[in-house]
């Protein structure tokens, strides 16, 4: 884990965020840091606000009150533009893939490289540029012209986490990363997961899997029924200690 990184200034806040969506309270009270070169688990049963805390930070919803703060400055993510333009952007758990399209599409998908005076798609500069950040990333992918609906489950993923780190210089929103993949490609995507860490993005990682929970992240934060239980150090807690928290029986 990257407990020097930790240690540094928070990338990004919460400060006491609440989002209403219409009666229903889906997140009461919501505060919490990411640094940069950490990864923080967000966990609890579905229902639980995890994906609304998430929402929150993509621009996809605006909290009805408190406040989120970048780099110590309280900034308004009204879109998913309005984050990305702050370099935080999202894995989605449905991945949000073309599968028709090929893998370098993909990964510039609504944001082409095209030109001349015409503006015509730059097939190969994204190729190139796509070849290259799967290189970085360690993405075993021989060919980013290949169609999406080609690859495995976990090339898939891949491809995902890598255009969302490739658009997130700062935060990367993670949820369920995993969900549907098999033990090998599991351990793949995990890889990914802390090469960004080690690039020093923030992570922030909604996942029901306390096992991936405490191989991967710096610190844990509970949720249940959109009320914040507690945030606990990975190395300092337990499976048990997180269920108890989570269910509230026991602990």
């Not at 999202?90 to 028709?100: E, G, I, K, M, W």
Request: glycine share 10%.
């Amino acid at each position: 884990m990257s407990a020097p990184a930790a240690a540094a200034a928070p990338l990004v806040r919460l400060e006491a965020v609440r989002k209403e969506l219409g009666a229903v309270v889906a997140v009461e009270e919501v505060s919490l840091e990411v640094g940069a070169g950490e990864i923080v688990a967000l966990v609890g049963d579905n229902g639980a606000g995890k994906s609304t805390v998430v929402r929150c930070l993509a621009g996809l919803h605006a909290p009805t009150s408190g406040r989120i703060l970048l780099d110590g400055a309280p900034v308004r993510l009204a879109s998913p533009l309005d984050a990305r333009a702050h370099g935080i952007d999202v894995v989605p758990q449905d991945l949000a893939l073309a599968s028709a399209q090929p893998v370098y599409m993909n990964v510039f998908l609504g944001r082409e490289l095209v030109r001349g005076p015409l503006r015509l798609l730059d097939r190969a500069a994204m190729a190139a540029q796509t070849r290259a950040l799967l290189d970085e990333l360690g993405v075993r992918l021989e060919d980013p012209a290949r169609p999406i609906r080609d690859l495995s489950g976990g090339q898939r993923q891949a491809v995902a986490i890598a255009r969302a780190a490739h658009w997130a210089q700062r935060l990367v929103l993670m949820d369920e990363p995993t969900a549907a993949l098999g033990v090998a490609e599991t351990a793949r995507v995990e890889e990914l997961i802390l090469r960004l860490r080690d690039q020093g993005r923030a992570i922030l990682l909604v996942s029901h899997s306390l096992d991936q929970v405490l191989r991967l992240a710096d610190r844990v934060c509970v949720l249940r029924r959109g009320r914040q239980i507690g945030v606990r150090r990975a190395g300092e807690t337990t499976g048990e200690e997180l269920v108890a928290m989570i269910t509230g029986l026991g602990g």
